[in-house]
């Protein structure tokens, strides 16, 4: 194949509530092709088929619209494309809504693509087994909240085929927002399983966005990271036999090292030669990751074989509320008031209200995120006790805050600083299904 | 090239880094050596048999281990050692992204 030019994308966001300043200055200075916003987890898009249960025309990104307002001008004077899926459970509303701020802002002509299909709730049987657990989706005996199908780069390469200059979707699987403009610039064919490996390992290490450069990183004195508050979105420059340089704006805060990239090459990965995606069973096992100058690293030798058979689905039931309530204590025998305190909600929770399960009370700065772990400081001097519980009852939610807002008077000497919410629970499941069962569809709307 | 004495009091968190990440009850922690010549001792100390011995309450289901020899990295890859994970899990942190700290706090010799 004739050798196509470096291809130039970057991440705009990494997660739902991502920072966007960051973002615009580098769809302003980065010279991108593609900007690329990944916006969901499993759980954020079972909250957002939530929010469309509310209001039917929201359901998208909460912050869709600030973030096109600011970013729409800067790529379309660049001629810098942007895929995402901020769409979440209402792809539809949010390109609606994309094409009135671009309206707003004079970008008249611009071309928004939305991809819908990801919403498979009407064609999964309840008799389908769950992954990974023993049981059918029937067996959760839960109020479903929504089901969406992870849809792949090809349902994607369409709108790109198409000329549109935002492509909007739901459950866009977040490699494939990357691996489909890098098919659509160099020509890759779904077939070559290499190429697929070797643009989702640029996706794997861009989709997080600042954990490659330098975010989820820092460790003072062991790893330090220059200007983490400044931190800078990543730069992927590709070349078209799949291999990548990593970098970020020169003058952006963070760093991109050998040691960023390979701690994000294997974050929430298992098999490092069996990476799932629906585009390829990518094999990261053999990257090459090189120092290639400052804030630069080379990444190639990734490969690929067959994709799976069928596509993941994330199905997201309503379970009750969360409930969480804290109190604190400080100086000379803090732990142990701290720790009186915590036994007492358990006590009581248990003597007054009857409930024992699905409740966890810790005291943070003695043992909390380790306490299951056996770990636990001693003679603590600022500590806050943290009780929390799940239920399917908003009235024994209620019971909990009361509790330990009681504390204040009731409980150990110099307690203060309550504070108490309560939460919507969603428990989500998943399942495979047949390709032939999703649909993914295409409509390109202009401002 | 360090040697696994008896005496090292040194951390893992003196010869390595390391990032958790989480799918469902599953953690997975990479663990890269600082210095490849480490490597060996890295692979001496951190076997999946010492993190469920030094964590049983934690560490319930089966751990995997993959070595990227080339990087120096290893990929531990632990069954439900969420407390159920970011769905059940009443843990401040529900994904484990703390947990890379469990391993980086152990020290080289037990």
């Known amino acids: ?447 | 090239m360090s040697s696994p004495g008896h005496n090292d009091r040194r951390l893992v968190r003196d010869i390595a880094h390391a990032r958790a990440g989480d799918k469902g009850n599953t953690s997975n922690i990479s663990v890269w050596a600082n210095d490849p010549a480490d490597f060996a001792l890295l692979k001496a100390v951190l076997t999946p048999e010492r993190l469920r011995r030094t964590f049983p309450g934690l560490f319930k289901g089966p751990i995997v281990r993959y070595e990227i020899e080339h990087l120096a990295g290893l990929n531990f890859v632990l069954q439900e050692a969420l407390e159920g994970g970011v769905n059940r899990s009443l843990n401040l942190d529900s994904h484990g992204k703390s947990f890379s700290y469990l391993i980086l706090g152990l020290p080289l010799s037990e």
């Open chain 1, 1 to 447: 194949m004739a050798a196509a030019r470096t291809y130039r994308i970057g991440t705009g966001a990494g997660f739902s509530a991502d920072r966007l300043g960051p973002a615009v200055d580098l769809a302003r200075d980065g010279r991108l092709d593609c900007l690329v916003l990944e916006c969901l987890g499993e759980r954020t898009v079972a909250f957002a088929h939530r929010d469309k249960r509310a209001d039917p025309a929201k359901g998208y990104n909460a912050h869709l619209e600030r973030r096109l307002r600011a970013l729409l001008p800067v790529c379309r004077a660049g001629g810098t494309r942007i895929v995402t899926n901020m769409g979440a459970a209402n792809p539809r509303a949010a390109a609606l809504k994309t094409v009135e701020v671009a309206r707003g802002l004079g970008l008249r002509g611009l071309k928004v693509a939305c991809i819908e299909g990801d919403d498979v709730a009407a064609r999964v049987d309840p008799g389908t087994p769950l992954l990974d657990e023993p049981g059918t989706l029937g067996d959760v005996g839960l109020p479903l909240v929504g089901m969406n199908a992870y849809l792949g780069a090809d349902a994607i390469l369409p709108a790109l085929e198409a000329g549109a200059d935002v492509v909007i979707g739901g459950r866009l699987a977040d490699p494939s927002m990357f691996l489909a403009p890098l098919m659509h610039h160099f020509g890759w064919r779904p077939e070559d399983a290499r190429a697929m490996g070797a643009g989702t390992l640029v996706g794997h290490l861009m989709e997080c966005g600042m954990q490659v450069t330098g975010g989820y990183f820092a460790d003072p004195g062991v790893k330090d990271v220059a200007r983490l508050a400044e931190c800078g979105f990543p730069i992927a420059e590709v070349d078209g036999d799949g291999s990548a340089v990593i970098t970020k704006l020169a003058a952006a805060g963070g760093c991109v090292s050998l040691a960023t990239v390979k701690e994000q090459l294997l974050y929430e990965v298992h098999d490092p030669a069996r990476y799932l995606t629906p585009d390829v069973t990518a094999d990261f096992s053999r990257v090459r990751i090189e120092a290639v100058g400052p804030d630069r690293v080379r990444v190639s030798g990734a490969g690929g074989s067959a994709r799976p058979q069928s596509l993941k689905v994330t199905v997201g039931f309503d379970d009750g509320f969360h409930a969480e309530a804290g109190v604190s204590y400080a100086g000379v025998g803090a732990q142990a008031r701290g720790e009186l305190a915590a036994r007492i909600v358990t006590e009581r929770m248990l003597t007054a209200h009857g409930i024992a399960a699905d409740l966890r009370v810790d005291v943070i700065g003695a043992a909390s995120l380790f306490a299951s772990a056996g770990l636990r400081s001693e003679a603590a001097r600022d500590v806050r006790v943290h009780a929390a519980m799940r239920s399917r009852r908003r009235e024994e939610a209620e019971m909990l805050l009361w509790e330990v807002e009681s504390l204040l008077c009731c409980g150990p000497a110099g307690g203060g600083g309550y504070r108490g919410a309560i939460t919507p629970c969603v428990m989500t499941k998943s399942v495979l299904v047949a390709r032939d069962k999703v649909a993914p569809s295409l409509e390109v709307m202009v401002a």
